[in-house]
């Protein structure tokens, strides 16, 4: 068998596993969520899970895919020498597939606004001009566009590919995001924005502590990009002994600053043009920021820096989510990299398509099933490090951990018995929302 693709460096992975975390989950579904969710009250309880269940939770897909050293069908057949193990992968690869699907829509429609927005065309009726964007032949048209992008890094693999392209596009999500963070602090009427987004309410904390759970334990798992097996396939190109609780660290505490900062352009601004933001969906956020960026002085240029940070966000995320099922063919069956990724590629072009031609499938689909299918999976790794493997996992835990290392035992008592418990409410939540 051919040697397998691999990081160049250990910065080089870092980079392209923050990549993966600051996406659209952390620019589109994060301050809207949080506006949604009164403001700092969900960013607090959301910090607390990230910590809590996010931080452990990552270093456990982390330390399957490094033991396994495969993509998630090859290594949990070989870490649970078991039958059940391939099928969990297989499991894993369906909900990237599925996970992609959708997300390559969205990434259409943030394509078309970045196209879009130097001319400002849509500013006149933003409400009209979403209904065009986000469903039919025109989204179409974009979600194969943004696809065809992904698709492109892809094809150069691993190191070639997604570390040369995370490299680039990640350092310029922040530069952009810190000089939109900047910008939008100096707009008049961002007062009362800031004061939502960052002053802390004890009482309403108090009133809404449950209710504020599920929907931050959601969007903590979502991410961190939990329990697909994508990040487990990054971690199976780890060659070097590198620290993983060190490396996750990093990865975490650096996706929470991109979203905190994105959530310091989006929120202030909304409330500067007086829209109430966290009503009627994650659709209404680009009506409601359409509607800002044509009434801001020089919003043509804002508006563009924005979607193009998002882009780039999103392009980072989803480069990681088709190598999922794309290393799996190149694993799995030995399949050549250039014809696994042409195969993965048209597949998603055909379930986006339909997606973005569905509405009502679309939001079913981004909702309640990638939420389903992502604490299953997240659920099965959980259970496999922490019952399973146990011994195995600690050993790999300490693998290069150096100061980290005293810290295995206490992580694998959390990951037994903590996070299964969290994953479960988070669950049952999905479920009891999809019966209501
Ligand atoms: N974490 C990504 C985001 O926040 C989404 C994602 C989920 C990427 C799962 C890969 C795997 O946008």
Redo the contacts with the bound molecule.
Sequence with gaps: MATRDSWVSNIGFVLAAIG???????IWRFPWLTAGNGGSAFLVVYLLIVVGVGVPGLLAEFVLGRRGRQTPIGALRSLTASRWGSALGAFNVVT?LV?FSF?SVVGGWILRYMLVSPSGSYFGQPQAYFGTVSHGLQAVAFHLLFLGIVAAIVFFGVSRGIERASKVMLPAVVVLLVGLAVWTATQPGTDAGYAFYLGFDADYLAANFASVLGPAAGQAL????LG?G?MLTYASYLEEDVSLPRDTLVIAVSNTFIGVLAGLVVIPLLFSQGIEPGQGGPGALFVALATAFASLPGGAVVATAFFGAVLLAAVT?GI??LETPVGTLVDHFEMPRDRATLLTTLLVAVTGSGLALAGSIFQFVSGTLADLLLTVGLFAFLAIVGWLLREDAVAEFRVGAGRFAPLAEPWLWLVSWVLPVVVLFSLTNTLTSLAG
């Design positions: 993966s975390a600051a996406g659209l989950g952390n990237a996970i997300y979502f991410t961190l990009s697909t994508a995320s990681n989510l």
